[in-house]
C-alpha cells in the first residue's frame, strides 16, 4: 500500500496575470522607468501578438554604469555590446527562459535556482505571455494558516486505511504526525507525501509500532 498523494499548487495559482512588458524598440529609459514604477527587476521583451522573446533585467541594464567613462573590456563581449545598446532588443537576454502555467510550483523554483533568475515570465503552448511569476509568488504557499494544512495533510495524506490511526497537528508550518502505524514501510512514503503538502516546512514523526523505520525527515521517528 502506498501513501496518498496530495495534489500539488501550480504557477497558474500563485502569479501575476498582469504583467507588465516592453516591445523590442523600448527605450533605456523606459526600460529603467518601468521597473521603478512597477518595482520590479526584470521585463518580458514581446514581439507580434505577444511572444516572448527575451528578457531585460537590471543585471543587463548595469553594464552601461559599469563602463561608464571607460572602453568596456575588449574579453567580455556580452558586457560590451550591452553597455552601448539602446534598446531593449539589443540589451536583452535571449532565448527567455520561461515557465509554463500549468508547472508545479517546484518546477518553477529549480528552474529560477538553476538559471538564477528572479522572475519567470508564464507562456503558453504558443509562447504567448499569460504572466509572471516570481520568487516571492512561489513563497506564498508560506502563508497559509496552520488548521487549513491540517486539514489538507488529514484528507489528502492520511486519508484511511493503514493510516487510519495516525492524526496531524501542524504549528508554524511544521507538520507533526502522531499515532499508531503498524506497518513500518510506509514511513518514508507518509514523510515525503506529508512535505509534498503546499505551506509544510518540516515534517516530524511521533509513531507507535515504527520504531525501525527509517527518518526521511528533518524531524524524528521514535
Known sequence: ?????????????????????????????????????????????????????????EADLLPKEAYRG???????????AKAGAVRAGDLMSAPAVTVHADAS?????????????????VVNDLGLLEGVVSRSDLLKVFLRE??????????????????????VAVADGVA?????????????LLARAARAVEGVVDVRMELDGAADAPATSHGTTS
Open 70 to 80: 571607460e572602453d568596456p573590456d575588449p574579453g567580455r563581449f556580452d558586457d560590451a
Open 176 to 188: 507533526t504526525l502522531r499515532g499508531t502505524l503498524p506497518d513500518r514501510s510506509l514511513v518514508p
Open 1 to 57: 500500500m502506498q501513501a496518498p498523494v496530495p495534489a500539488r499548487y501550480a504557477v497558474s495559482d500563485v502569479m501575476s496575470h498582469t504583467a507588465v512588458a516592453v516591445g523590442r524598440d523600448a527605450s533605456y529609459k523606459e526600460i529603467v522607468a518601468l521597473m521603478d514604477q512597477w518595482s520590479v527587476s526584470a521585463l518580458p521583451v514581446l514581439e507580434g501578438e505577444g511572444r516572448v522573446v527575451g528578457v531585460v533585467s
Open 146 to 167: 496552520d488548521d487549513e494544512i491540517e486539514r489538507e495533510v488529514r484528507r489528502s495524506v492520511l486519508g484511511g486505511g493503514a493510516l487510519a490511526g495516525l492524526d
Open 105 to 121: 510550483l517546484a518546477e518553477a523554483a529549480r528552474i529560477m535556482a538553476r538559471r538564477r533568475v528572479k522572475r519567470l515570465p
